[in-house]
């Protein structure tokens, strides 16, 4: 029995923003509301960045908009925060405007567990720059998870932990260190350790990438109203996932996807170390054999 989600992510409700066209968020909204009521997906997903955040009253009044709008959609739904959610908003201010818990969190569903993956987002400024900080709270919950799944498992966050190359990407490739978190590489050694197969999908940095790493492939899905892809226009990406033997990722939109793979809980060779020890090695091998 195959498990079938749709995705919408970075919806960035508000005025537009750089190449965000979040003055189309709403009507966008009410496709996906029809997208999914179409797909009847077993399970809705928001990646995060409902809004583009400007002041806690004005937030409070986007999120409550973008909320509304999910009214629509019949099936059920999971939210997960994005950094845009939390730079005037608590985690509790979501929640209530959104009607549920936003902690982390888990769902079997036909074979698979679905892994709500809900790490802080918040960006800490500072200087120059900022970051995200991943406590260690939220690496330990995800070890665990993944630890003990018994099932295959779909890990859904905000913020991708492939460490894939952000080169070309029109917010990030200057600045990625916001592209994921300081911790990722500590992220993936906990993600291999499944003894299941596992898929991993985010939002966050506005484009449809396809990274496998070491066995486990890791999708990010391009925003609702991002632009710098599409020619000013807004992408209206709206994704589904379909979970089996097989996966399938479909993005629809001005920048489509079509995407199906055979996950697998193998894991590659490891990598060789820098090339000039292999050859101190081979050059010690030789002379003790000499």
């Not at 509790?92 to 987002?121: C, S, Y």
């Not at 990407?169 to 592209?179: D, G, H, Q, W």
């Not at 479909?250 to 920048?255: I, L, N, S």
């Not at 489509?256 to 091998?285: D, G, L």
Request: charged residues 20%; glycine residues 8%.
């Amino acid at each position: 029995m195959s498990v079938r989600i749709a995705l919408v992510a970075d919806i960035h409700h508000g005025a537009p923003s750089l190449t965000k066209r979040g003055d189309c968020a709403l009507d966008l909204m009410t496709d996906f509301a029809r997208f999914s009521n179409d797909a009847r997906p077993d399970l809705v997903i928001d990646l995060g960045d409902r809004i583009s955040d400007i002041a806690h009253d004005r937030d409070l009044e986007l999120e409550a908009e973008v909320a509304e709008a999910f009214r629509a959609v019949e099936a059920p739904i999971c939210h997960i925060n994005g950094n845009h959610d939390r730079d005037h908003l608590s985690v509790e201010d979501n929640e209530r405007i959104l009607g549920q818990a936003l902690g982390h969190h888990t769902i079997d569903i036909g074979g698979w567990r679905i892994v709500l993956w809900r790490a802080d987002t918040l960006i800490r400024r500072g200087g120059n720059h900022g970051s995200f900080h991943l406590p260690e709270a939220d690496l330990l919950w995800l070890s665990r998870t993944v630890r003990n799944a018994d099932r295959p498992m779909l890990i859904a966050s905000h913020v991708p932990v492939s460490g894939h190359s952000q080169f070309g990407n029109y917010y990030f490739e200057n600045n990625a260190t916001v592209s994921t978190y300081p911790q990722a590489d500590r992220a993936r050694a906990m993600i291999a350790q499944a003894r299941h197969p596992v898929v991993c999908i985010s939002g966050h940095v506005h484009w449809n990438t396809i990274t496998p790493v070491d066995g486990t492939v890791h999708l990010t899905q391009q925003s609702l109203t991002e632009s710098f892809t599409t020619n000013g226009e807004p992408a209206g990406a709206m994704g589904l996932i379909e979970l089996g033997d097989t996966v399938t990722w479909r993005v629809e939109g001005r920048d489509p996807v079509n995407f199906s793979f055979r996950p697998a809980a193998t894991r590659w060779t490891p990598p060789v170390p820098p090339f000039h020890k292999i050859a101190e090695v081979a050059a010690r091998m030789e002379g003790e054999t000499a």
